[in-house]
């Protein structure tokens, strides 16, 4: 096998150093009952050439010739070469966990920077280094603010992604922890304030909204967190589409933000690994879940960094820790640093007028077919949108496919009150050419068979 | 450092290089730039004008450098980290083994790693028949009927697998209240139990270690949820009572957790679905060699049997018109990497039973691209070699090591071995003084102080990945320093003396926490 690096003889040398007769002995201990007497029925060993062939017949599978529309959580935009170059490094690769300061300061570091430019772009104090992903980080962020605030209800909005509220329901449920839905406006697809304003109480703990939300809509943060504010309760943001920072203001009133950084160079991957991350006010960060790097010397007075804080973390606190997490997405962390330090100050704003260019022209290119409407136009929104159909989507979807096009995902999956209403995204990586085709293929009646 | 009086010349591994390197904010000078953007196709827009009092008006304070400058930088603090590629990494728990290269190329294949979640299946069977055999030889290996590959983590994956507990409780009549966890566990299993709203009761291990059978049976009681388990146990000792554990939990209607930390010491061997487990997890970033990437991504796979699958996450992954019980009712395994002609794999949602979500889409699939790819390399006969590799290993490391260091239990050894510095205690010299010592022998530090059970542990687990010359390096490392605490136990005491900072003020750090850069106030730092 070629990864063991022993011949039969030095594995006859060892056994007989450690004074067994066969490996037998060495499983010895299980008894016999259990021991597997036969070969696992998995697929017999593979050369190397075998193993890309599978693998490249599978990803032929999966069609790799059609645009795409989608958006709603998993965006792709450009990855910068260099992010792979450097992540595939093995001193970063091969790492473990940064426990031993000092030598993983190239880890500690990158991450160290990781928490400072997730700070700047949010507005927040602070940011840990990062959660499984942004569902989780929802659902993390919400038991902090159970922990800060003392109070044990939730008022979510209907305008945070799906997923997101499902994950959250999940890790909620054994919280005693009610999650109150509240209703969107209809006309501008933002969080009703009414609504919410009657669904805060002085029991809530945490008042959560995404911006972008769902929709693609840019939530109005200031009058959400003066609701929340006047009742007590913490504002937690969580933010699907991290690029959306470069040109969307920050959500500074918000006393948690949790985000999903996957838009920072993180390849789509049917999903992921993506890259959670929480940031928060300075006074709640012993509240905080998951690992922290912090500065610090040695004993010639070096900059150094560690892992810092750890008296919230699992490893030491058991059963009253803040979370139970352990391994996070360190490795998705320092992609998503070194794309922020590719496109840097400057990139990342413009970055963001693209997506916000390319998205503005494709919901009026595709808005101008006749019978297709564009829904929640009375608010500032990024780069998705939402448009409803006199025609079925199951049928111009069919037309855009034979065009090797994926148009926007149905809502009525998850909002059964929006038929015909389907979720657009256009990226920095969307030709306009796709989008005048889309078009095209959308204003053509179906063929009758 | 110049002026540090430690010996530069024991190990194999190079003092780390003596140059700094600022963090990028300070390195960053307007107008440099690392990017060009296409120009637009489309009509630009004006954002003040879209976006009103929703844009944003002050730039992020993001660094500004240009592309070599990048690469410089991450390629220099990269040096300042040890990696399994530059030697061994005898983690206890952690199971540090080689990454194959083949498994990053696979997963950046262009049509994997660039499918939307949201794709219509029909453009998506590549990659589900890539998650559908991978489940198929995960369920083989452990011997379970069933499995969801959505938890991104192993303590991620124990949440989901006692939210299974729960669930199954519950579809009982009572949840129950209490999860028992044994005194040598990870402290992620207390912390998962705990978010599962259940109260943690500890069960104290006999003098072997291992799970005390009489306590078990006292402290089992029909409000018991599950004992979770880990099986190797933390001090890498087989239980091998295992059969009765699981009868006394079931006799009250209890179910046994496995924590799958260890199952590098079973694969091929044992399968847990035959000695009692009910629902465990496994470590894709331990057993199954992707990488550990400074920590993290991982992959926590939770493995059950039948009666537990109604409760499964949801999306769970079917093939054709088969409903989920003929699914499960299907041989597993595989020989085949192809599952020709059986119809369309697709995710069904419809399941009224479920814990509900865990996360958002379907788990880490890039990580499942990598352990597919690992077990294709090894086949049945390489994972039966890798494991017995890892058991030979660490019993090698034992034998040569047992006449220094103090082995607090003589149990047999599986994969790891766990011995106490009680003898170098009465030197003054603890486990954290040895473990930062062995850094300038050219080693990663073995795990300190756990398990908790023993006091002042030294948990070594060298994996398969290691040669007989790596081990013995590590061997005659360890013997070094053991003589060095007799001789010179300060030198032991303020290591490491060969890196490019010093033990580093811990204590500082948390008590004034300095968590990002700002822009003033900090100066150069060095």
Partial sequence: ?449 | MSDNPGPRTLGKVRPHQTQNEALLFEKSSPGKRAYKLPPLDVPPVNALELLQDQCRAQHAELPELSEIELIRHFTRLSTWNYAIDLGMYPLGSCTMKYNPRVNEFVSRIEGLAEAHPYRPESLAQGILEVIDLLQKCLIEITGMDTITLQPAAGAHGEFTGILLVRAWHESQGNPRHKILIPDSAHGTNPATAAICGYQVENLKSNADGGIDLEALARQVTDDTAALMLTNPSTLGVFENEIHKIADILHAKGALLYMDGANMNALVGKVRPGEFGVDVMHLNLHKTFSTPHGGGGPGSGPVACKKFLEPFLPTPVLVRGNEGLREQGNKKTGTKELRDSGAGELHWDYNRPHSVGRVRAFYGNTGMFIRALAYILANGPDGLRQTTEDAVLNANYIRKKLEDLYELPYKTPSMHEVVFSDKRQAAKGVKTGDIAKRLIDYGFHPYTVSFPLIVHGALMIEPTESESVEELDLFIDAMRSIAREVEETPELVKTAPHSTRVSRLDEVQAARKPVLRWKKQGLGTGD
Wanted: hydrophobic share 45%.
């Fill in chain 1, 1 to 449: 096998m070629r990864y063991l690096p022993k011949s039969d003889a030095e594995r006859a040398r060892m056994l007989a150093e450690i004074g067994a007769r066969s490996i037998d002995d060495l499983f010895a201990v299980i008894p016999a009952e259990y021991r597997l007497a036969r070969d696992l029925d998995v697929p017999r060993q593979q050369g190397e050439s075998e193993i890309i062939d599978y693998f490249k017949a599978a990803g032929n599978e999966n069609a790799t010739d059609y645009a795409s529309f989608l958006g709603a959580g998993a965006y792709r935009h450009y990855r910068p070469v260099i992010i792979d170059s450097l992540v595939q490094r093995g001193e970063f690769l091969t790492s473990y966990t940064p426990y031993q300061a000092e030598i993983t300061q190239g880890t500690l570091q990158a991450i160290f920077e990781f928490q400072t430019m997730i700070a700047e772009l949010t507005g927040m104090d602070v940011a840990n280094a990062s959660m499984y992903d942004g569902s989780t980080g929802a659902a993390e962020a919400t038991m902090m603010a159970v922990r800060v605030t003392g109070r044990h209800k939730a008022a979510v909005a209907r305008t945070v992604h799906p997923e997101y509220r499902e994950v959250m329901a999940t890790y909620a449920r054994h919280q005693g922890l009610p999650l109150e839905p509240v209703d969107y406006d209809s006309g501008t697809g933002r969080v009703d304030l009414d609504a919410l304003d009657a669904a805060v109480t002085s029991e809530t703990a945490a008042v959560l909204v995404q911006s972008p939300n769902f929709f693609g809509v840019v939530e109005d943060i200031p009058a959400i967190a003066e609701i929340a504010h006047r009742k007590g309760a913490l504002l937690i943001v969580t933010i699907a589409e991290a690029v959306s920072l470069g040109i969307v203001r920050p959500p500074v009133e918000a006393d948690i933000v949790a985000m999903e950084a996957q838009s920072f160079g993180v390849a789509l991957s049917y999903g992921g690994p993506f890259c959670g991350v929480i940031a928060t006010k300075e006074q709640h960060v012993r509240q905080m879940p998951g690992r922290l790097a912090g500065q610090t010397v040695d004993g010639a007075g070096n900059r150094g960094f560690v892992l810092t804080l750890a008296t919230r973390e699992q490893h030491i606190r058991r059963e009253k820790a803040t979370s139970n997490i352990c391994t996070n997405q360190a490795l998705v962390a320092l992609m998503a640093t070194i794309f922020l330090s590719v496109y840097g100050k400057e990139g990342i704003r413009e970055l963001a007028e693209h997506n916000l260019a390319k998205a503005h022209y494709a919901a009026s290119t595709l808005s101008s077919v006749a019978g297709v409407k564009q829904l929640f136009t009375g608010a500032p929104r990024f780069h998705e949108f939402v448009l409803k159909t006199d025609e079925a989507p199951a049928a111009w979807s069919e037309r855009l496919m034979e065009n090797k096009i994926v148009g926007g995902i149905e809502l009525s999956r998850w909002y059964p009150e929006l038929e015909n209403a389907t979720l657009w995204c256009a990226t920095e990586m969307m030709p306009r050419e796709t989008i005048d085709k889309a078009a095209k293929v959308l204003a053509s009646v179906a063929v009758e068979a």
